[in-house]
């Protein structure tokens, strides 16, 4: 079949869809819908629509990006627009089919927005809403709309358009086409994308490979997740763009086993793009032939570094080596490999069919396009979004996060990942750019970006995420496997409430040293989260270090629980529920925490009434209580 041909087959799918007589019901089905309870809602989505006999088409859909609302439940009945409802759980789908589909009440109270042509009224439009309004969906565009099981929706929605034009182009002029959109790899390090082809291109030795990390390890980070489970064939289009480019039929993709959803959906996509002729051997009756095979990873960090990756493909254990030689010219099993993360492939099938100058002109002069990014933490509105590059933080958190919950104060933004840097507010304006996130003292990496409130101790943060490093080091070179030990030692001991005086100097200068010795870029980049926390919150380490105080009140060793004697009811719930039997009390008695036993878990804090606050939480700071329960004073509570 001819690609016009696909084409004309696809349209006709599509349009038996989205302009049938029959309503369309699409369910958010990736990973984030199918925790929220997607699948039971499908389940009495279809249950119902049986029970009513209505005659309807039920699809499921990949992430729209706001996994905080999931299961997200499109409606489109015909001739009206497509409304989306969220936190549809099943309990909620009766109501919605006997409100919208029998009796045509839209339920604008239940409707999050209309999505595409038409208006409903009182239901505002999904993409103006404000966590969407500053998004620019390049990467993410069909996420949400189409089957990702089903290649004639990509191909409907201008899928593989991009390798069918490439085809027809020079290898060179396709490369010349990245490098005016100024693409950069979105796996962390922004290396040019157009570079790496050309230097792949130009290795003689044969045959080469061209290689997608989808390895996701940041903690927090689920962008790749998301596109391999909501759109898989943009990924493959690019890299069979990229093969073109390169001059290879090999391609690899190496994903987390911990992603099944993702595995299942790509070796579909591949199947289906084969049976039609847009992956496999003479594509679309050219002479270029590409496959790609999947290969899974046990999940271990270091194996998305580059040259441990390929190791691990290899079979070998999955450790960087040096560089040079770099892995364009001696990559996989000593073969020119061109290395690009999902995102980076992503982009391209776009930056083909719409030119690099259209691309070009989102971001800012040197990180040029749009960005996904994972945003999690103490944020109103957490999940996948899509952002112009250029675009400040304070935007990020406020305009399309919706900003810190529980009437709690911003304190940092964490991005790049556990190597990433924590930026404090005074650095809020602070453009999302490669270079400028680099100054600032924290890196672009893949996308995870984790916002923290007032009660985030900066200085457990750093312990956090250097433990994740020191975990996850391969333990190959001396600086890393030693170094990062070492620092998490004197880390423990700070917020152990041991600190010594140049205990924060010894850290500065163990940080240098890791970074100018690490064999790879987990060791030169993991203190960046113990540099960037002094940099921006020293006094907070002093207050450790100097008075044994942690003011976020995190640390444990570093905070005591009192009972307030003027507030204490005696009602005895924090202490049936203390589980070490640290309180002691009894009827109208004034309880008391042995100090000895408590294990600072927290629990009375949390079980004690609002009504009458009397558990105190203190950091270097002693409460006078009584040593004893006593009975509660006339006139108290
Ligand atoms: C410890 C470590 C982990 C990494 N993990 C990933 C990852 O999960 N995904 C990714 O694309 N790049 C990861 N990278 C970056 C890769 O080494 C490489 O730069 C990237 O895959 C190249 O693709 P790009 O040019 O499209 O960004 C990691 C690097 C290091 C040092």
């Given at each position: 079949?001819?690609?016009?041909?696909?084409?004309?087959?696809?349209?006709?799918?599509?349009?038996?869809?989205?302009?049938?007589?029959?309503?369309?019901?699409?369910?958010?089905?990736?990973?984030?819908?199918?925790?929220?309870?997607?699948?039971?809602?499908?389940?009495?989505?279809?249950?119902?629509?049986?029970?009513?006999n209505i005659d309807a088409n039920v699809m499921p859909v990949g992430c729209l990006g706001l996994c905080y609302l999931e299961?997200?439940?499109?409606?489109?009945?015909?001739?009206?627009?497509?409304?989306?409802?969220?936190?549809?759980?099943?309990?909620?789908?009766?109501?919605?089919?006997?409100?919208?589909?029998?009796?045509?009440?839209?339920?604008?109270?239940?409707?999050?927005?209309?999505?595409?042509?038409?208006?409903?009224?009182?239901?505002?439009?999904?993409?103006?809403?404000?966590?969407?309004?500053?998004?620019?969906?390049?990467?993410?565009?069909?996420?949400?709309?189409?089957?990702?099981?089903?290649?004639?929706?990509?191909?409907a929605k201008g899928g593989y358009s991009g390798l069918d034009k490439a085809l027809g182009m020079q290898p060179e002029d396709?490369?010349?086409?990245?490098?005016?959109?100024?693409?950069r790899g979105r796996g962390g390090a922004g290396f040019p994308t157009s570079k790496k082809w050309q230097e792949a291109r130009?290795?003689?030795?044969?045959?080469?490979?061209?290689?997608?990390?989808?390895?996701?390890?940041?903690?927090?980070?689920?962008?790749?997740?998301?596109?391999?489970?909501?759109?898989?064939?943009?990924?493959?289009?690019?890299?069979?763009?990229?093969?073109?480019?390169?001059?290879?039929?090999?391609?690899?993709?190496?994903?987390?086993?911990?992603?099944?959803?993702?595995?299942?959906?790509?070796?579909?996509?591949?199947?289906?793009?084969?049976?039609?002729?847009?992956?496999?051997?003479?594509?679309?009756?050219?002479?270029?032939?590409?496959?790609?095979?999947?290969?899974?990873?046990?999940?271990?960090?270091?194996?998305?570094?580059?040259?441990?990756?390929?190791?691990?493909?290899?079979?070998?254990?999955?450790?960087?080596?040096?560089?040079?030689?770099?892995?364009?010219?001696?990559?996989?099993?000593?073969?020119?490999?061109?290395?690009?993360?999902?995102?980076?492939?992503?982009?391209?099938?776009?930056?083909?069919?719409?030119?690099?100058?259209?691309?070009?002109?989102?971001?800012?002069?040197?990180?040029?396009?749009?960005?996904?990014?994972?945003?999690?933490?103490?944020?109103?509105?957490?999940?996948?979004?899509?952002?112009?590059?250029?675009?400040?933080?304070?935007?990020?958190?406020?305009?399309?996060?919706?900003?810190?919950?529980?009437?709690?104060?911003?304190?940092?933004?964490?991005?790049?990942?556990?190597?990433?840097?924590?930026?404090?507010?005074?650095?809020?304006?602070?453009?999302?750019?490669?270079?400028?996130?680099?100054?600032?003292?924290?890196?672009?990496?893949?996308?995870?970006?984790?916002?923290?409130?007032?009660?985030?101790?900066?200085?457990?943060?750093?312990?956090?995420?250097?433990?994740?490093?020191?975990?996850?080091?391969?333990?190959?070179?001396?600086?890393?496997?030693?170094?990062?030990?070492?620092?998490?030692?004197?880390?423990?001991?700070?917020?152990?409430?041991?600190?010594?005086?140049?205990?924060?100097?010894?850290?500065?200068?163990?940080?240098?040293?890791?970074?100018?010795?690490?064999?790879?870029?987990?060791?030169?980049?993991?203190?960046?989260?113990?540099?960037?926390?002094?940099?921006?919150?020293?006094?907070?380490?002093?207050?450790?270090?100097?008075?044994?105080?942690?003011?976020?009140?995190?640390?444990?060793?570093?905070?005591?629980?009192?009972?307030?004697?003027?507030?204490?009811?005696?009602?005895?719930?924090?202490?049936?529920?203390?589980?070490?039997?640290?309180?002691?009390?009894?009827?109208?008695?004034?309880?008391?925490?042995?100090?000895?036993?408590?294990?600072?878990?927290?629990?009375?804090?949390?079980?004690?009434?609002?009504?009458?606050?009397?558990?105190?939480?203190?950091?270097?700071?002693?409460?006078?209580?009584?040593?004893?329960?006593?009975?509660?004073?006339?006139?108290?509570?």
């Open positions: 079949m001819s690609f016009p041909e696909i084409q004309t087959r696809a349209a006709a799918e599509w349009k038996g869809l989205w302009q049938s007589q029959k309503p369309l019901i699409l369910v958010g089905l990736a990973t984030c819908g199918m925790a929220a309870g997607g699948n039971a809602t499908m389940q009495a989505i279809k249950e119902e629509l049986a029970k009513r299961p997200l439940v499109d409606i489109v009945k015909p001739g009206r627009p497509r409304i989306c409802y969220s936190r549809v759980t099943r309990e909620k789908v009766a109501e919605l089919i006997e409100d919208y589909l029998v009796k045509d009440n839209p339920r604008p109270d239940l409707a999050l927005g209309t999505i595409g042509e038409g208006s409903v009224e009182g239901i505002p439009k999904f993409f103006d809403l404000p966590m969407l309004r500053p998004q620019v969906r390049i990467v993410l565009d069909r996420c949400g709309t189409i089957d990702a099981e089903n290649v004639l929706h990509y191909v396709i490369i010349k086409e990245v490098e005016k959109s100024g693409l130009r290795s003689k030795a044969a045959p080469k490979f061209v290689v997608c990390n989808a390895d996701e390890g940041d903690p927090g980070a689920f962008m790749n997740r998301s596109v391999l489970e909501g759109d898989p064939h943009s990924v493959l289009e690019g890299m069979a763009i990229a093969g073109y480019a390169v001059g290879t039929p090999n391609g690899h993709i190496y994903v987390r086993a911990e992603y099944p959803l993702a595995v299942k959906r790509l070796r579909i996509a591949i199947e289906q793009a084969k049976e039609l002729n847009l992956l496999g051997k003479n594509i679309l009756g050219s002479d270029f032939s590409f496959d790609v095979e999947i290969m899974q990873g046990a999940g271990a960090f270091v194996c998305g570094e580059g040259s441990a990756l390929m190791y691990s493909i290899e079979g070998k254990r999955g450790m960087p080596r040096v560089r040079p030689p770099r892995s364009v010219e001696s990559g996989l099993w000593g073969l020119p490999t061109s290395l690009n993360n999902v995102e980076t492939f992503a982009n391209v099938p776009n930056i083909v069919v719409r030119g690099g100058e259209w691309f070009a002109k989102y971001g800012t002069e040197k990180s040029r396009g749009t960005k996904t990014f994972a945003l999690t933490g103490k944020i109103s509105r957490p999940g996948l979004i899509e952002v112009p590059m250029g675009i400040q933080l304070r935007q990020i958190v406020y305009d399309i996060g919706g900003g810190i919950p529980h009437d709690k104060t911003f304190k940092a933004i964490q991005t790049g990942g556990p190597s990433g840097g924590c930026l404090p507010t005074s650095m809020l304006d602070t453009p999302v750019d490669y270079e400028t996130l680099t100054k600032a003292g924290s890196i672009m990496g893949s996308g995870g970006m984790v916002v923290m409130d007032e009660e985030t101790c900066m200085v457990d943060v750093a312990r956090y995420f250097l433990s994740f490093c020191r975990d996850e080091s391969c333990g190959k070179c001396v600086p890393c496997r030693e170094g990062l030990p070492l620092m998490i030692d004197i880390l423990e001991r700070i917020t152990g409430g041991v600190g010594q005086p140049g205990d924060i100097e010894r850290l500065l200068a163990m940080s240098d040293t890791v970074i100018k010795g690490a064999l790879c870029g987990l060791g030169t980049t993991a203190p960046n989260p113990v540099l960037s926390s002094v940099r921006y919150f020293r006094e907070e380490w002093e207050a450790h270090v100097n008075e044994k105080r942690c003011p976020a009140l995190v640390c444990k060793p570093l905070i005591n629980f009192y009972i307030l004697p003027d507030k204490c009811a005696g009602c005895g719930i924090c202490l049936r529920a203390c589980p070490v039997e640290a309180i002691t009390g009894g009827k109208r008695m004034v309880h008391v925490i042995d100090q000895g036993k408590c294990i600072k878990c927290t629990t009375c804090l949390e079980k004690c009434p609002t009504k009458f606050s009397a558990v105190k939480k203190v950091s270097a700071e002693t409460v006078e209580v009584p040593k004893e329960p006593v009975p509660i004073a006339a006139g108290a509570k």
